[in-house]
C-alpha cells in the first residue's frame, strides 16, 4: 500500500518513512520491504516487529544502516520545525551540533543553522549562556566574522542558532588529504593573508569583550574569492573547556590540536589569550602543513601543549621567513603572560611580515623574556637590538631635536659676535 499502512492498521507512520528512506537511499528494493511488510501482517504480535527490526532480521540491511535510518528520520523530526525558516539541506556536523543550510522566509534569504541536540536544553545555566551569548554575537559586525542573526527555540525544545550562510570551505576540509579534503597547502603569503584577516576580526571581537575559545582550521570558511570567515564566535559552549577536547577525542577528524595550556588545566579566568594561542596553532598548521603537537591519544596531545617545547615551525618548513615564525612561537608562549599583550599587536607583527618588515612587537616580548632570564639566572644572553643604520639616526626625533637645538645655539653665538664686533 503506498502509505504504507497495513490492512490491520497496525503499521506506524514511523515505519512508512522507514520504508521511505530505506528506499530513496537505495538500502532496501521495494520487494524486500513489501516481504517485510507481509511477515508483520502475519505475525501474531505485529507490535513487536518494527519495519527495521525486519529488515535487519532479513539481512536487508545491517544494524548500523537501520541506526542511520532511525536517526536521520529523529533529526528531520526535529528540524521540520523551526519557525519562520524552512529547511533546505544539511550542511555538516560536528562534535556538538548539526548545520543547515535553510530559507529565512520572511527577508527571502539563505541562512546558515546551527541546532544542538536536545540534552542540552536541560543544562539551564547553558541555556542562559547560549542566549547571552547569541546575543552579544549578533552585535558584532566585521566582515570576517559569520554574522549572527538570531537564536531561539523549536516548540520541540531544540535551541538553534541562525547566521550568514558563508560559500566555500572551512581550513580544516582544505587542508585534509584527499578524496575528503583538497589536500591543500598554503604559502606563507597565502597564510599570513587568511590569518590576517582572522587576527582582524578577534581583535573586533576582543575589543568587545568576546572571546571565542574554540579557533582552529575547522571554525575558518574561506569563500571561493579568499575571504577568511571566522564562524561559532559567540557560540556557548556546554562544557568547559577540557571536556570539549575530550569530546572530540573520538572523531577521528578532532583532537585538541589548537588548545591553550589553560583551557587545557581548566583554568577559570580564560582571556583573549587563549584566542592568541589558537591563532598561533592554526597558523602552525597552515605554514607547515601538521599541528603543533602530535600524538596518538588526545591526552598526549594536550600533555604535550602543557610541558613540550615547540619545534619552531621554520625548522620544519626551511623556506618560512623567520618574521612567521617568531610570530607563532610569542603566540604559542605557554605561558599567557609570554604572548601577545593585545590582539592588535599581533595583527600588526602579521600586517609587518606580510610587508617583508621584522615583526617588531613579538622581538620585545622575546628581547624582555631574555632579560628577564638575566635577572634571574644571572647567566648572560645574547639579545640582539638592531643597530639603526646611519639614515635611519635622521629619522629619530631625538636626534633632530639636538641637531635644531645646536644650530640655534651657533646663530646666537654669531650674533653676539657680530654685535660685539660692531661696536668695536
Ligand atoms: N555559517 C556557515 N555557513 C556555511 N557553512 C557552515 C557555517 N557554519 C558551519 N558550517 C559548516 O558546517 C560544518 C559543521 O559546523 P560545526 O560548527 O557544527 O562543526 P565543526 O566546527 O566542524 O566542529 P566542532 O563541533 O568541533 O566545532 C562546518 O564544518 C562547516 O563546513
Ligand atoms: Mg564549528
Not at 30 to 51: A, G, M, V, Y
Not at 380 to 398: C, L, M, N, Y
Request: charged letters at 25%; proline letters at 5%.
Amino acid at each position: 500500500m503506498p502509505d504504507g499502512s497495513t490492512a490491520t492498521g497496525i503499521s506506524t507512520n514511523l515505519d512508512t518513512e522507514v520504508g521511505k528512506l530505506a528506499l530513496d537511499s537505495g538500502l532496501a528494493t521495494q520487494t524486500e520491504i513489501e516481504f517485510c511488510r507481509e511477515q508483520q501482517k502475519q505475525s501474531s504480535d505485529p507490535n513487536q516487529r518494527s519495519l527495521a527490526d525486519l529488515l535487519v532480521e532479513n539481512a536487508f540491511i545491517t544494524v548500523n544502516q537501520a541506526k542511520r535510518i532511525k536517526s536521520q528520520l529523529e533529526e528531520r523530526k526535529n528540524t521540520s520545525q523551526i519557525p519562520g525558516y524552512q529547511l533546505i539541506g544539511r550542511i555538516g556536523k560536528g562534535a556538538m551540533a548539526t548545520v543547515y543550510k535553510a530559507r529565512q522566509l520572511s527577508l527571502d534569504r539563505i541562512v546558515a543553522i546551527k541546532v544542538l541536540p536536545k540534552r542540552m536544553s536541560e543544562n539551564k545555566e547553558f541555556v542562559d549562556r547560549f542566549y547571552y551569548e547569541g546575543r552579544a554575537a549578533a552585535k558584532l559586525s566585521h566582515n570576517n566574522i559569520v554574522q549572527a542573526i538570531d537564536v531561539g527555540s523549536t516548540p520541540d525544545g531544540f535551541h538553534f542558532f541562525v547566521m550568514e550562510y558563508i560559500e566555500g570551505l572551512t581550513l580544516y576540509d582544505l587542508m585534509l588529504p584527499p578524496p575528503t579534503g583538497q589536500g591543500r597547502s598554503f604559502s606563507e603569503a597565502e597564510a599570513l593573508d587568511t590569518m590576517i584577516q582572522i587576527t582582524d576580526a578577534l581583535a573586533h571581537a576582543h575589543n568587545r569583550g568576546l572571546i571565542h575559545r574554540d579557533v582552529k582550521p575547522k571554525n575558518i570558511i574561506l569563500t571561493p574569492e579568499g575571504v577568511a570567515k571566522l564562524t561559532d564566535l559567540g557560540l556557548a559552549r556546554e562544557v568547559n573547556d577540557t571536556q570539549l577536547a575530550e569530546s572530540e577525542a573520538g572523531k577521528a577528524y578532532g583532537t585538541p590540536y589548537y588548545i591553550s595550556p589553560e583551557q587545557i588545566r581548566g583554568d577559570v579566568d580564560i582571556d583573549f589569550r587563549a584566542d592568541i594561542y589558537s591563532l598561533g596553532a592554526t597558523m602552525y598548521h597552515l605554514v607547515t602543513g601538521r599541528p603543533p603537537f602530535e600524538a596518538d591519544t588526545p591526552s598526549a596531545v594536550m600533555h604535550k601543549h602543557l610541558k613540550q617545547a615547540l619545534r619552531p615551525p621554520d625548522h620544519i618548513n626551511t623556506a618560512l621567513s623567520p618574521g612567521i615564525s617568531e610570530i607563532v612561537e610569542v603566540a604559542m608562549a605557554k605561558e599567557r603572560e609570554e604572548r601577545y599583550a593585545r590582539t592588535e599587536d599581533m595583527l600588526e607583527d602579521l600586517r609587518a611580515v606580510r610587508s617583508n618588515q621584522p615583526p617588531t612587537h613579538a622581538r620585545r616580548i622575546v628581547d624582555l623574556d631574555s632579560l628577564a632570564q638575566v635577572e634571574e639566572t644571572g647567566k648572560t644572553v645574547d639579545i640582539s637590538v638592531p643597530k639603526p643604520s646611519w639614515t635611519e639616526v635622521f629619522d629619530q626625533p631625538a636626534f633632530v631635536v639636538v641637531v635644531v637645538a645646536a644650530g640655534i645655539s651657533v646663530l646666537i653665538n654669531l650674533i653676539f659676535l657680530v654685535v660685539a664686533l660692531t661696536r668695536h
